[in-house]
Each structure stands twice: as C-alpha cells, then as structure tokens.
C-alpha cells in the first residue's frame, strides 16, 4: 500500500474513534455551564460504576470530523479527597484501565479565584495528560488584566490557556481549535512537584507492583490504595505491608505537598490581580452577604424565600396538574366511547393511562421546583443557605443541603429526594432521602382534610381556627419526627466520610438561563425514564387487583348490585355506586383488604379501610376516591359527603358507630407516617440504585405508623 494511502487510512481511524475529555474544576468554577455550552442536549446523565455519584457525558464533534466525548466530573478540590465525588475523580485518574480515564484534560478555573483553583491544576500537571487551562469568568475581568493573566500562566506553567466565558459563550471557538491541537499532542513531561526521598521510594514500590502507572499515579495509590478500586485486593494486601515500612506517612506527606505546592505559586499569583467587574462584584456580594448569612436576619430570609419557593410548587403546579389530570380523564372517557365494553378497554382507560396519568401529572412540581432552585443556585443563593443551616442539620446527622430537601418536601417527597443529589456525602444523604418522606406532602392533604373535617370543629379562637392548628401540629409533627428519625440513623448507619461541609461561597450573578433549562429539562427526564416505568408498572397491578376478583366473585356481586339497585328503586348515579362498592369488595384489593383485617382491627381500622389503605399505596389522595367508592359516594364524592358518610357508618354487629374519634386520630397518625407512596419509592430506588433502602424505608415508616396508631387508639379506648 503506497504510504499516502496508509496515512490517509490512519487518519480516517482516528476520526471514528471516540477520544475522551476529562472536564476538571473546582466546584463553582463554571465547569458544568461550559460542558452545557458544548454539549447542549447531546449529553447522557448516568451514574459512575459502582457508586451513586451522578455522571454526565456528552458528545462533540471537532471540525476535523473527530467525535469527542466530554465527561463532566463532579467538582474537585484535591486529589487527596475528602467527599465521595472526589473519590471518584481520583479512581478514575489512578486507573489507565477505567473506560473514564481520559486522553487529554481541560481544566476550568475561575479567573477571580486562582488561588484557591490551582491546588488541584497543579496536582493534574503532574498526570502528564495533554491539559488545557480554560479562565472562566473572563466576563468579570477587564481585558487588559484578562489578557495579562493569560500570559503569565502560559509561560509559568508552559501549556496552552484560554479565557473565556461560559455564561455568554465568548472564547469557545478558540477552545475547540485547542482542543484539537491537544488531541495530536502526547505526553506532557512537565512536573510541577518535588516529591522527597519517602515518597520517592513509594512510587518504586507501587510501580514495581503496578508498573503501567505515572510517578504521580503512584504516589496516589500509595496514599489511597485502601479504597481505590483500580488496586486488586492482592495488591492491596501487598502495599499494607511494603508501604508503612518505608516510614510513609500518608496524613503528614499529603500536608507537605499541599504546602509546597502553594508555596510555589502563591508568591507569584498574588501580583496578579482582576480588576474591574470582578471587584465589584466582590464588594457587592460582601455587602450583600452581611444581611443574607447574618445568624438571626439569615434564617428568617430563608424561611420566607422557602414559603415563596413552596407557595409556587403548591400554586402554580395545581393548574398544569389540573390540565394533565382533566386531559388524561378526557382521553379515558373519549378511548371508552369508541371502544368495546372489554377488559381490553377497561386496561387501556384504567390501568395504563392512569398509569401514565401518575407519571405525567408529578411533571410539573419537579419543573417548578429545580427551575427555581436552579436560578437560586446560579445566582449564588443556594451556597449560603448550605452554609447557614449546615452546623444545626450537622447535629441531626444531616447536612445544609439537606434544608433544601426537606422543605421541598413539603410540596412533594418526589422532587425533594431528587434534589439529594447536591449531597456529596453519601451518610447525610442517604439520611436525608429516608427522612424526607416524614414531612407531610401535598397529597397528605386530602387525607387530612376528610379525617380533621369529621373530628375536630370549624371553631375560632381568637385569630386561630382549629382544624388549621390540627394541620399545623400533624406538619410538625411530621418535621420532628423526621429530624428525631434522622438523628438515630446517624447513630446506627456507619461512615468512613468526614461529616463536614467544604464549599467556597461565588459571588452572585445573573443566572445563566441555558443551564437552568437544561437542569430542568435533566430532571424531568431523568423522572420520567426512571422512576416513570416503575410507577406504570405498579399502576396497572394495582387496576387488576382493583377490577378483578377470583372465579365468579365479581360476576355474582355485579348481579347481586343490579339486583339491589332494582329492589331499591336507585337511580343510575346510585346504581353506579353500589356496583362499584360491591365489585370493589369482591375484588382482589376487596380479599386483602379482608385478609389484613386481623393485623388492622387493633388500630381500629375494618376491611373497607384495609382496602383504602392497599390502593392508597399508589398515592395517599386515593385514600378519599377509594372510601367514596366503597361507600358508594362515588360520582357525588365532596368533601361534605364523605364526612356525612363516615359519621353514619355502624358495625352491622352492634350498630355503634365505626368512625369514631379513636379511629379517625388513628387513622391520621397511620397516614402522617406511613410511606404511602409508590412514586416515592421508585425515586429512591432510582437516586440509591438498590432495592435495599426503599424497603427499609417503607418497613420502618410503616412499621412506625402502625406502633403509632396502635398506641392513639388503645389509648383512646383507656381512657374513655
């Protein structure tokens, strides 16, 4: 083959080959904005292998024809880490073998804050991978200054450096030129540390174990190799014993090359200095910063900025909500019109659109609530509420990212658990996902509603009404019950992470809208691909065990319905409800219902209530639908009904009433615990990727809601 021909093949390799970017910073650096200005919608949210850090890749195509695949790591300040996102960016980079292991690295610095973001530049230096070094935030930096910075950096560090800004999208032509000329290069031999003789001799114990690695690969397995999960446990085994008998101390190296390091360019980097936008807004956040992060003015704007944030979910989601609900009910009825009276249409109408109902209709809570919480992190917001609530949810084995989700949930457990993901510790937030349904959502409120309508009196006092200070104590309760779960959890579930908060506070800013949308637009369909085929999957169980019964069952209770209703002389609407209250009893749902009556009596609750109580499960508001259907409420279910309804209900026994006031606190209590919510199990099966929490969940809240309504109702009935 003549040699044009070779080369000409060889290149048109390597134009379908995928090379792999590794996109590097500090937390708050820009990073994520820059691979959201590259990317766009061609990006991938997963998790890295074996862990719940979230993974974002995305794909970009070089002038040359090169496909590039970004990968979006989490923010970093070491590479001697301290969070769990850390960790990963450090297994990765230790080991050649990982299918994230990159063959080149663009580093994002805030131009404003060098000092703090060359620690780990420096460290990656020492990688040898070809490395760009992008200054984001150039924006807020005048150009004489910007440009100045750039090349002192160059010649001090001898690679190539960008400034750019990744909220308005200046810069990145030049980047993607870079990035192609960084591809074609090879191995930089630049180093930036000196390690001493120590550390020397840990390097030439780990690569004469594991030889295919970089001196400063080496050195890191030898600080890390006990977790990294690049080093075979035989290795392992190996280092334990070759690596404290060398004198390797691994605390008192890492402060020594931390030291170094900025001892080598903090002399220098303080005469570089950004003036203009950049001082500006320093001073304005400072000024801002005394009223947002005071410890009495701080929490009390938060409390307020919350409620807002709350009051928005809780509003403004009721009107799309309204919609899909409105719309799905209008395609069933339209589907049951053109249809067959089949089982096929019944599944069709029933059982997959409602299906399909319950995944759409959370849609627009989880929109609202990351769009503004999105816009409250891109402003600057979010980091100090963190940082202001952190030492108080410390203490409960939370973190201050935890507020967010907690108050989130007050609106609904779905997004709030969600919203965990900010949580780099992985104790605190798994305790805050296990926790956050304790809070009483917005689906409580129908429950509520009926059972403190039918117990406690619309009576006023003064300026408080007593069924409002009856929602207002089962919401507190609901929050103490989840700060007091949280505290035992923190007690029982071991951690070898550092419990503490490490986070630097940017300055505020206008809020990059491009990252906001495409956040939302992540979450929604992380939702709906997820979690949404587990709730279809549950819908349409729980339609069959509604809509069928064993042998013959529901034909007979149909017959005998029609029959009744005939001798009764009911109207359509009444012949409706009776036939649905029957069929229901003899349904599948109608014999568990019956079967769990036993384990339920002590609590006060009969069958019927067994049964609101099974089809509730795939969400607490159909406890009031299922008890109007089973009373043949039905197509008359108002809020006045049901309670009337409730109140003339009699044990067929000995005729007293089966609604009483024992029963209905019971029954609240049950329901303020209880984890009734399908939904919100399969988002905790999506965020732990383990079948194993979700089920713990649910035992130990309903496990929780059952000793809880045990003890009103005996309690009721001492006492009476």
């Not at 395609?331 to 019109?337: E, K, R, S, V």
């Not at 029957?582 to 339920?600: D, N, T, V, W």
């Amino acid at each position: 083959m003549h040699p044009a021909e070779i080369e000409e093949e060889k290149h048109s390799g390597a134009k379908h080959k995928t090379h792999r970017i590794a996109l590097l910073g500090n937390p708050n650096s820009g990073k994520t904005s820059l691979f959201n200005q590259l990317t766009g919608l061609r990006q991938k949210v997963g998790n890295f292998p074996g862990v719940t850090v979230e993974k974002k890749t995305g794909h970009l195509r070089l002038s040359d024809g090169r496909n590039v695949q970004l990968i979006d790591f989490p923010g970093t300040y070491s590479l001697h880490p301290t969070s769990a996102d850390e960790k990963v960016v450090v297994n990765a980079l230790c080991d050649v073998q990982s299918p994230e292991f990159p063959d080149a690295i663009i580093y994002v610095a805030d131009i404003t804050q060098l000092e703090q973001h060359l620690l780990f530049f420096t460290q990656l230096l020492d990688l040898g991978l070809p490395i760009v070094l992008v200054l984001n935030m150039s924006d807020q930096a005048d150009v004489a200054g910007g440009k100045e910075i750039v090349k002192i950096l160059e010649r001090r560090f001898r690679l190539p450096v960008l400034a750019l800004s990744a909220r308005t999208g200046s810069g990145f032509t030049q980047l993607k030129t870079e990035i192609e000329l960084l591809l074609n290069k090879g191995q930089s031999f630049f180093r930036y540390y000196r390690p001493g003789e120590v550390e020397i001799a840990a390097i030439e114990v780990v690569k004469k174990q594991i030889p295919k690695l970089e001196d400063y690969q080496a050195l890191l397995v030898a600080h890390h190799y006990n977790w990294l999960t690049s080093v075979p446990d035989s290795d392992k085994e190996f280092l334990r014993e070759a690596i404290p008998a060398i004198g390797f101390q691994s605390l008192n190296l890492q402060v020594r090359e931390t030291m170094q390091r900025y001892n080598q360019f903090t002399p220098w980097i303080h005469d570089l200095s950004v003036h203009g936008g950049a001082d500006g807004n320093k001073s304005t956040t400072s000024r801002i910063d005394r009223i947002f992060t005071n410890r009495v003015i701080g929490p009390i704007l938060f409390a307020l900025l919350m409620i807002l944030v709350f009051q928005a979910i809780f509003s403004w989601a009721s009107y799309p909500m309204d919609w899909i609900d409105g719309s799905m009910t209008s395609l069933g009825a339209w589907f049951q019109d053109i249809m067959p009276e089949a089982w096929y249409t019944n599944l069709l109408t029933e059982g997959i659109l409602a299906g399909l109902g319950g995944v759409l209709i959370f849609i627009p809570q989880i929109a609202i609530l990351f769009f503004l919480v999105a816009l409250l992190e891109e402003v600057g917001y979010m980091a100090r509420a963190v940082f202001l609530f952190d030492r108080l949810m410390q203490r409960f084995g939370l973190n201050g990212r935890s507020v967010v989700a907690l108050i989130s949930g007050g609106a609904c457990a779905i997004p709030a658990v969600m919203s965990t993901r900010t949580i780099a510790n992985r104790k605190e937030r798994l305790i805050t996902i296990l926790v956050t349904p304790f809070i009483s959502c917005s689906a409580r409120i129908p429950v509520y509603t009926v059972l403190i309508g039918f117990v406690v009196p619309s009576v006023t006092i003064g300026i408080f009404n007593l069924q409002g200070l009856a929602f207002m104590g089962l919401y507190l309760l609901g929050i103490v019950t989840a700060l007091g779960s949280a505290w035992v959890f923190k007690k029982v579930l071991k951690s070898d992470e550092p419990g503490f908060l490490l986070m630097e506070l940017p300055v505020y800013r206008w809020p990059d809208m491009r990252n906001v949308f495409l956040t939302v637009y992540e979450r929604v369909r992380s939702f709906t691909v997820e979690a949404g085929k587990i709730i279809f999957a549950i819908s349409i169980v729980i339609w069959f065990l509604a809509s069928y019964g064993p042998g013959t069952a529901m034909k007979e209770a149909k017959s005998e319905a029609i029959q009744l209703a005939t001798d009764n002389n009911l109207d359509a609407d009444a012949t409706a409800d009776l036939l649905a209250a029957q069929q229901l009893e003899h349904s599948y749902a109608g014999i568990l219902g019956k079967a769990i009556e036993p384990a339920i009596q002590p609590l006060g609750f009969d069958w019927k209530m067994g049964i609101a109580i099974i089809t509730s499960f795939a969400a607490r508001e159909v406890f009031v639908s299922t008890m109007a259907t089973i009373y043949s409420i039905g197509s008359q279910d108002n809020e006045g009904r049901i309670i009337e309804r409730l109140a003339a209900e009699k044990d067929p026994l000995n005729g007293t009433p089966v609604y009483t006031t024992a029963t209905s606190f019971s029954l609240l209590i049950f329901y303020v615990f209880a984890m009734q919510c399908m939904s919100t199990l399969a988002v905790v099966r999506r965020e732990t990727r383990s079948w194993k929490w979700p089920l713990f969940q649910f035992l130990f809240m309903t496990g929780l809601a059952y000793i809880s309504s045990l003890i009103i109702y005996q309690s009721f009935l001492y006492f009476a």
